[in-house]
């Protein structure tokens, strides 16, 4: 598995939505994972190869 680091949690939307309109499979949608820490925001998928794919963010939810 790989994972890589997003620049905010709308990134790790974007990426898993662009992923699954190229053919790729779903492994866990967006979502937070409390079980990894408060912040954690990730996604999982399989690419077209079979290769398993982690997009995550870490920051917090701002508010103004």
């Known amino acids: 598995m790989v994972a ?4 905010s949690r709308d990134a790790v939307d974007r990426v898993y939505e662009v992923a699954l309109a190229h ?5 866990g ?4 994972r409390p079980e990894y820490h408060a912040n ?9 190869d079979g290769n ?3 997009v995550c963010c870490h920051d917090p ?3 103004l």
């Open 61 to 63: 939810i701002v508010e």
């Open 40 to 48: 954690y925001y990730g996604t999982y998928f399989r690419d077209v």
């Open 4 to 7: 890589l680091l997003a620049p």
């Open 29 to 32: 949608a967006p979502g937070l």
């Open 23 to 27: 053919g790729g499979l779903s492994e």
């Open 52 to 54: 398993k794919i982690c």
